[in-house]
Each structure stands twice: as C-alpha cells, then as structure tokens.
C-alpha cells in the first residue's frame, strides 16, 4: 500500500507538462488526496469549458492507464457508456446541469482501488481531434477508519518523544556521574598509614628497701659500745 501512496505522489508531481499546462480549460474536485477507508465511497467531479466535446474518460494513472468510465458524447449528451469491469455496480455518474462536466461516485471501495484518477476530455480542435487532462485526484483507501489510525500516528508519536526524552535525561545523568568520578579520582589523595603507637611499659618503682633489723647484730653493737665506755 506504501508503494502505490508513494507512485501516486511522484505522479502527481511528474505529470506531463501538457496536463499542467490545459487545467485553464478542464477542472477536477477535489484536487487533493483524499484517504478512505474499505467499503466506503467517493465522489470526483470533472468539468470542461471547451465545446464540440466528443469523449469523457475517467482514467486510474497506475493500473495500466485504462479508463474506469468511457464516455461518448453527442451534443453535451451521453450516447454511450463503458464501465470497466472491475467497477461494474460500483460507479455511477451524473451530468452536470448547464454546462460540461459530471459527478462520478465510486462506492464500496477495495483496498486495490488506490491509484490517482484523472479526468480525460477529447473535443474537436480546427477539425483535429485535442485532447486535455485534469491534474486528477489521489485516493488512498485504507483497511480501517483513517481518523483512528491517525490518533494511534499521534500515541506513537508521543510515545516516541518521551522515550527519546527519557534517553536524553539517562544520558545526561550518567555523564555528569562519570565526570564527577574522574575529577574525584584525579584529586584524590590517599592517606598514610599511621603506625600504631607501641603501648607504655609499666614503670618500675624500686621502693627503698628498709633496713631490717636484725636481733642479734643489735645486740652485739649495743655490747661493743658498752665495753669502749
């Protein structure tokens, strides 16, 4: 589905010039894209304001550039009309009412109908036959309501930026972390070991030893000095 959103867009853009050039005389609404979901519908309206028309066709860019709706014209009236048929019950026009154009709707969308659907006009020119383009319409059909999935679009989205902050917030934690570490790391000094203090020896105090008396040298130093007397 990417892949025809994406061919329908370089369509759009890389259309031949002469296309661009005759929208002064055709018209095509709505002229931008136009997302639909499967089994809904579609309305485009195509106008001309050239006469002596001959042909109307309603063509897909990108599914072999085949019409949808054939159209033969006589005098601004429908003579004869082709369908293709993989829209056969599915598409129904309706001629504008003074002047040269018609509303085409296209109901009970597929997934396979997304293409860009143009208007194509075939008028006489100078007794040559010319033919002019409208710019055309891009509808991309989706397999649920477009509106939902542009609200799921939108939670994914917020998710995003909210994990995508919360990373910022980690990384900008864990580096100003690291760097508080390396500046600590960088002045840090380590301590010198302290010898333990050895404990204090007991001191000894050498108490003064008193004289003992003994008997019996008493006695004779009291008896010699009692013979010098």
């Not at 309206?45 to 599914?63: A, D, N």
């Not at 369908?83 to 997934?111: C, M, N, P, V, W």
């Not at 972390?177 to 840090?188: A, E, M, N, Q, S």
């Not at 333990?196 to 008997?215: E, G, I, K, L, Y």
Request: aromatic content about 10%.
């Amino acid at each position: 589905m990417k892949a025809h959103w994406w061919s329908c867009v370089l369509g759009l853009l890389y259309m031949p010039a002469e296309v661009i050039l005759s929208t002064w005389s055709v018209s095509q609404d709505p002229m931008s894209i136009s997302l639909k979901k499967v089994n809904s519908s579609a309305e485009i309206t195509c106008s001309c304001s050239l006469s002596y028309l001959i042909v109307f066709k309603l063509q897909r860019r990108f599914h072999g550039n085949e019409p949808v709706v054939f159209l033969s014209l006589e005098n601004g009236k429908v003579t004869k009309n082709t369908i293709a048929e993989e829209f056969t019950d599915r598409i129904h026009f309706q001629q504008i009412k003074g002047g040269y154009g018609f509303t085409l709707e296209l109901s009970l969308l597929r997934l396979e109908d997304t293409d860009l659907y143009y208007c194509n006009w075939i008028h006489m020119e100078s007794e040559k036959l010319e033919t002019v383009s409208s710019n055309g319409t891009i509808i991309i059909v989706r397999d649920r309501d477009p509106h939902e999935q542009c609200k799921h679009l939108v939670l994914e989205f917020i998710f995003i930026g909210l994990s995508v902050t919360a990373f910022t917030v980690l990384f900008l934690f864990l580096g100003v972390l690291i760097v508080r570490c390396l500046r600590f790391k960088k002045h840090f000094r380590p301590a010198r070991a302290v010898k333990p203090s050895r404990p204090n020896r007991p001191q000894h105090v050498c108490h003064q030893q008193r004289a003992q008396h003994c008997p019996y040298l008493v006695t004779s130093l009291h008896t010699m000095d009692d013979d010098k007397r």
